[in-house]
């Protein structure tokens, strides 16, 4: 059989085994990556690539190791599930790096966790001062919770007894230039209602829009095909401050 028919059958077959086997996985294997979970990814993706290409070999062979890896990993996300002890043992348990305050050298060594991971880690949460970390955490799948201090955390309605009202979710009210009927229909909305909220914005034709949206408080949000509008090439076109 032709070398290139012969890579074309064997990659379909690796694509739609690994298509199943991820879903058999379940999405643990993307929100929850450890390293463990990693290292078993790259080789069954190895086995499912040697599967396509190596055409030295039988297929069936790679195929049989591709299954063989996958119900181990099946059986061990079961043991995991039902045997703490082996959870603990094969993904790890969370670190407190900070906790109160101070750093646990001690406790960063035993994970091979570095002072730079640890300010790298909070400045990807906005926190750039030591003082404001109450505590740290390092969970299995290597990102850092953190918790600040009272002082330094965002005052919310609750904490000024303030009556909030939820967002809630977008309901698209215009997609790509057309009128979402049944969306105005469910919202108990009409055209002209919808006619008027784009005046004010100073669109004259649905046309105009790509998308607008409404949330269950009222925030109406639009957006028009700024590719339609006039290109300013002038400096002096700009608009200056109101």
Do not use: C
Not at 44 to 63: D, P, Q, Y
Not at 155 to 183: A, C
């Amino acid at each position: 059989m032709n070398e290139t028919l012969v890579v074309i059958v064997r990659g379909i077959i690796a694509f739609f085994s690994l298509l199943i086997f991820a879903r058999l996985l379940g999405k643990q294997q993307i929100s929850q990556l450890t390293f463990f979970d990693y290292v078993l990814g790259i080789t069954i993706g190895s086995i499912a690539a040697t599967l396509t290409t190596e055409l030295n070999s039988r297929a069936w062979v790679h195929f049989v190791g591709l299954v063989v890896w996958t119900i181990a990993v099946l059986a061990l996300q079961l043991i995991s599930e039902n045997w703490r002890y082996a959870s603990k043992y094969v993904d790890g348990e969370p670190v407190a790096v900070v906790m109160n305050g101070k750093i646990m050298e001690d406790a960063m060594k035993k994970a091979r966790y570095r002072a730079s991971d640890l300010m790298e880690q909070l400045r990807d949460k906005g926190v750039f001062d030591l003082n404001e970390v109450e505590f740290a955490i390092l969970e299995t799948n290597g990102q850092l919770s953190v918790l600040k201090k009272p002082q330094f955390q965002p005052v919310t309605p609750l904490h000024m007894n303030v009556p909030s009202i939820p967002n809630g979710m977008g309901t698209e009210l215009i997609y790509d230039g057309q009128i979402v009927k049944q969306n105005l229909k469910d919202l108990s909305l009409t055209e002209e209602w919808l006619d008027s909220q784009l005046t004010t914005k100073g669109i004259n034709n649905v046309s105009e829009v790509f998308l607008a949206t409404i949330t269950p408080s009222g925030s109406f949000f639009v957006d028009t095909y700024i590719d339609r509008l006039k290109r300013l090439t002038d400096i002096s076109d700009y608009p200056g401050p109101n």
